[in-house]
């Protein structure tokens, strides 16, 4: 299957974030939340970057070196939106 | 109970993420799960400062009017650390 | 000229950081030097995004459209790099 | 005098925006131009992590410590901005 390794560490996080309102639930101190909540983002982050590479070495590297000029503004316009997105999160 | 708000949207963030594993069991498309990650980016980092401003507010306030000076250098360097964090992710 | 707006900022930045060594010599607080550094923080990010629009716009839309195929991976690939380094710093 | 490496730093980054500028002038690739930008952008950020740095292990660290409840409140409010800024930059 495609994005494997992707979704194997999404389960994880999962967990993670069960684990995060667990801490809540306790009354855990906020700092320790927090941190946790940031390993988290840590995590996602990676996995977006994982996506995001395969996407780049392989879907849009086929479509630009493509016959179809409509799929290669396309493509290259989606990729931007995902890296605007990206900078401003 | 504290942070209940925040508790809330991280269960929310959990079954966000479990249509994302689903995406990609199902073959989805890159851009459509990099999408979805990326709001649950943003989901998450509301979650975190919220908690913190709830931090700031509360505790960390409360701890650097209060007697204690090694307790207002602790909490201090833990908000100092927090934000470093954040500003490396 | 291309980029003139760009330009004209980037003068006005110049001049700013004049004004912050000027505050530091004469020895202004720590956080009044830091604010005006992170102004011109922002308004460098402000040129770069500007120039980079124009980029997308103009060179890397025709590019992308055009018939010589390395071309287009050529500059696919440095779009890439730079959206990488934005997303670093 | 305080923050001399600051302010050499500066001083450099301000030839090379006048190096920039005269890219522009002379019509440079927009890609090469934007590299630099973002060269300077990550010197500027160096730049107000060292002041940032220095305030917290001198004047904040002084003033946490120091019997005035009210200029503890104001240091903590004012580096609390300082971050807040820095993580939406």
Do not use: P, W
């Given at each position: 299957?495609?994005?494997?390794?992707?979704?194997?560490?999404?389960?994880?996080?999962?967990?993670?974030?069960?684990?995060?309102?667990?801490?809540?639930?306790?009354?855990?101190?906020?700092?320790?939340?927090?941190?946790?909540?940031?390993?988290?983002?840590?995590?996602?982050?990676?996995?977006?970057?994982?996506?995001?590479?395969?996407?780049?070495?392989?879907?849009?590297?086929?479509?630009?070196?493509?016959?179809?000029?409509?799929?290669?503004?396309r493509v290259l316009?989606?990729?931007?939106?995902?890296?605007?997105?990206?900078?401003?999160?």
């Amino acid at each position: 299957m495609k994005h494997e390794n992707a979704l194997k560490r999404l389960k994880n996080i999962e967990g993670h974030i069960r684990g995060i309102e667990r801490m809540i639930e306790e009354g855990a101190y906020c700092i320790d939340v927090i941190r946790q909540i940031q390993a988290v983002e840590a995590a996602i982050k990676k996995v977006s970057t994982m996506i995001l590479d395969e996407h780049i070495n392989f879907c849009l590297i086929k479509a630009v070196r493509g016959e179809d000029i409509g799929e290669r503004e396309r493509v290259l316009k989606e990729i931007i939106e995902v890296f605007d997105t990206a900078n401003k999160t």
